[in-house]
């Protein structure tokens, strides 16, 4: 039969259509900072219906796995690589070594990126966090709408209020909470703002798109710190945790033996606190009532989208799968005052961006942040985490927290929804097939019938890592997969092959154990198979070789070749171009020091030294002249700043050795602060004058050059004190 060539056309984009549509709408869901046992489905008492329902309908993964941090996880999950090869092996800073750039690399794509060419539509809400260009003003090479998403509503930065989120983005352009005309709640609150946005982007997809599939990235910062929730969310757990951790995790324990998400011979690792030890209990657990709250509202968000699916008639030819970016999180962020507030705030404008991520900071109405014991967490102008107590809850039963490479730095729950490819038995089936991140690309192309490329706009491709888990899902997978799953994390390491994993910390020696009996990993069996673990350990510094994972300690930056010059010296004069690196730098770790120069300029970086992890910058902004301070590690930034009025000045900043920051301009009296922590470490990055060129110590964008002029200047340093004695 003849068909007239207008009714050819007809037939073939007939068949077209079917065949994208009957293609699945995939929507990853990754939330941030929880713990195993959080979710209902996975033996916590936090109430989680929505998620609990896809798992009743779908399957629960058993022993899924992260990287142990934000970051990697999120660059590895994006890529279906291990993250040293996407560029990301630590956090986003450049250490100078292609596997810690700190960026997403032109040798890896996106699931978006794969799945444009296949014809899906690409839209992501939330926490994007894998580049370090994240300021008005930075390169956008590596954001969203450039790494093959078509819409994009979210943050490019790692962290911050939840009412009013720092580097808030619509595509492109940096918005602000007031700002926004395209959504204008009553109260704003980050968690729905991302829930209602993918909700939006769904219902657009139809009018916009209705012959193609849809690919959505939903990556929540809930429950991230600060801990930030809505008060009528909070009372719903008002009383729950009175009881304290450890009866907390022996009833999460017993209910996970019950859902068989554990061996019934599983017990409980040692506490990492003791609840009869804490002073201010109804802090403590007030703590854990607005975290169990985040979640809860989370939740209720995936509802919106479930809901918006199931509406549209598209929720049973969806693939929907939850995760989450680490263990839970022992960091003490916010738990510890910090300081009296200013006398000069007042409320910012609606297009003012906010640009702190973490205290010292305001309120966009002008209130200040507090922390630390006795502030009750929760409003906006509160911003604490909920400590190791309660991370070993969220962590129940496993050993270890965000950072680890041990069960609960990188167990994950792994929720997975799709009514029409993977059938599911009464009340859900548990999947204990091992897997990881770099599964998700590959699992996420294989629902697609898509291809993973071999280049991407001229350029080759890393291979993809990752394994196709749907028949492990579908349950029709004749065999376990024969591999070893590999990981690194700041010097921590681990390798798993079948039920046997080894792993170790730092600097430590390697650990080994059968987590078919041991998943706790409390029975440490390296001395009795030597063998075993002399493989395993070939295995994994094999797999490092390949993946740009060394040298190891790379994280740290590049290892100084001698002492720094500071070890030795104490005074030290900077002109305008001066640039030390980190062996010249001084050294400013554990001492006072004293910072003088004559200045005339109305914006930029005057000197700074150290960059996100430690170190200080003195800079100009908004007429004002900051000296802001990273004591490192998990400790807050201390910032004071004092008015610098147009024309040549003399400046003066200093850290004394009981910790007091000082500002001076022009003899005149100084701004101070109250004593707090010394810089603890020696920071990685050097010294630069007229800039800061290496990881930013200060809130200000990659185009910070001083705009003036800055006359020879002196950097005095404090003798070095003798160090005390703090036992073994």
């Known amino acids: 039969m003849n068909l007239p060539l207008s009714a ?84 986003t800073a450049d250490r100078g070594h292609d596997g810690y750039r700190g960026v997403l690399n032109d040798r890896c794509v996106t699931i978006a990126e794969a799945l444009l060419p296949a014809g899906y539509r690409t839209y992501m809400c939330g926490k994007w966090h894998v580049t370090r260009h994240n300021r008005p003003d930075s390169d956008r090479g590596a954001w969203p709408l450039q790494r093959g998403f078509e819409k994009f509503y979210g943050t490019i930065e790692g962290g911050g209020s939840f009412y009013d989120p720092t580097s808030l983005c619509r595509q492109n352009t940096f918005i602000t909470p007031a700002n926004d005309p395209d959504y204008r709640p009553e109260s704003y609150y980050y968690t729905d703002a991302l829930s209602d946005n993918a909700v939006r982007l769904h219902d657009q997809h139809p009018e916009e798109a209705p012959d193609k599939p849809f690919f959505l990235y939903l ?31 022996r009833e999460r324990l017993e209910r996970m033996k019950a859902l068989g998400l554990v061996s019934p011979s599983t017990t409980l690792t040692p506490a990492a606190a003791d609840w009869q030890s804490v002073s201010d209990k109804a802090w403590e657990t007030r703590c854990m009532e607005v975290y169990a709250a985040m979640v809860d509202r989370m939740d209720q968000g995936i509802g919106k989208v479930v809901a918006a699916l199931r509406a549209s008639g598209s929720l049973e030819n969806t693939l929907i799968l939850y995760l989450q970016d680490n263990g839970g999180c022992a960091e003490d962020m916010g738990r510890r005052a910090n300081g009296p507030a200013p006398g000069d705030l007042k409320p910012m404008a609606p297009d003012a961006l906010q640009t702190q991520i973490w205290p010292p900071m305001q309120t966009r109405d002008g209130r200040w942040v507090r922390t630390g014991p006795g502030v009750m967490p929760g409003p906006p102008d509160t911003y604490i985490g909920y400590g190791k107590g309660w991370a070993n809850v969220s962590n129940t039963p496993f050993r270890e927290f965000k950072h680890w490479t041990h069960e609960g730095g990188i167990s994950t729950p792994l929720i997975a929804h799709w009514p029409a490819g993977i059938p599911a038995a009464a009340g859900g089936r548990l999947v204990t097939e091992p897997g990881q991140l770099t599964d998700i690309m590959a699992t996420c192309l294989s629902a697609a019938r898509a291809d993973y490329p071999a280049t991407h706009q001229g350029r080759k491709l890393t291979p993809l890592e990752g394994r196709d888990l749907l028949p492990h899902w579908k349950g029709t997978a004749t065999a376990a997969l024969e591999r070893q799953l590999f990981w690194e994390h700041e010097g921590n390491r681990a390798v798993r092959e079948g039920s046997w994993k080894l792993v170790a910390k730092e600097d430590q020696a390697w650990e080994l154990y059968d987590l078919e009996t041991d998943r706790i990993e409390m029975h440490n069996l390296a001395a009795s198979q030597p063998d075993r673990v002399k493989a395993l350990a070939a295995a994994w510094d094999e797999w490092a070789a390949r993946a740009s994972v060394l040298p190891l300690g790379t994280w740290k930056g590049k290892a100084p070749a001698k002492s720094p010059a500071g070890a030795g010296t104490l005074r030290f004069e900077l002109k305008a171009d001066t640039v030390l690196e980190r062996d010249q730098a001084p050294a400013i770790a554990r001492r006072g020091f004293h910072f003088a120069a004559s200045v005339e300029g109305t914006r930029g970086v005057i000197v700074a030294q150290g960059g996100a992890a430690a170190g200080f910058t003195l800079y100009v902004e908004d007429e004002k002249l900051h000296f802001l301070v990273r004591p490192g590690g998990k400790q807050d930034v201390r910032r004071i700043d004092t008015p610098l009025p147009p024309g040549r000045h003399r400046i003066a900043a200093a850290l004394s050795s009981t910790g007091v920051l000082s500002l001076q301009i022009d003899a005149q009296n100084p701004a101070r ?50 160090r005390e004695s703090t036992g073994p």
């Open 219 to 249: 990556a929540y910062t809930a429950a991230h710190w600060p801990l930030h929730a809505p008060e009528s969310e909070v009372a719903k757990y008002k009383g729950r945790y009175d009881a304290g951790y450890d009866t907390l995790r």
């Open 8 to 91: 050819l056309l007809l037939v073939l984009l007939t068949v077209f259509a079917g065949a994208a549509t009957s293609r699945p709408n995939i929507i990853v869901i990754l939330s941030d900072d929880m713990g195993f046992s959080d979710l209902g489905c996975y033996g916590g008492e936090i109430r989680t219906p929505q998620l609990d329902a896809l798992a009743s309908g779908g399957i629960r993964c058993t022993q899924f796995y992260n990287t142990g941090r934000c970051c990697p996880t999120r660059a590895s999950l994006l890529t279906g690589l291990h993250p040293h090869q996407a560029g990301i092996g630590h956090m």
């Open 673 to 722: 602060s109250g004593p707090g922590p010394m810089i603890s470490s020696q920071p990685v990055d050097g010294l630069t004058m007229s800039k800061d060129t290496g990881g930013l110590v200060g809130p200000y964008g990659e185009s910070n050059a001083f705009n003036g002029t800055i006359e020879t200047a002196i950097l005095t340093l404090e003798p070095a004190k003798e």
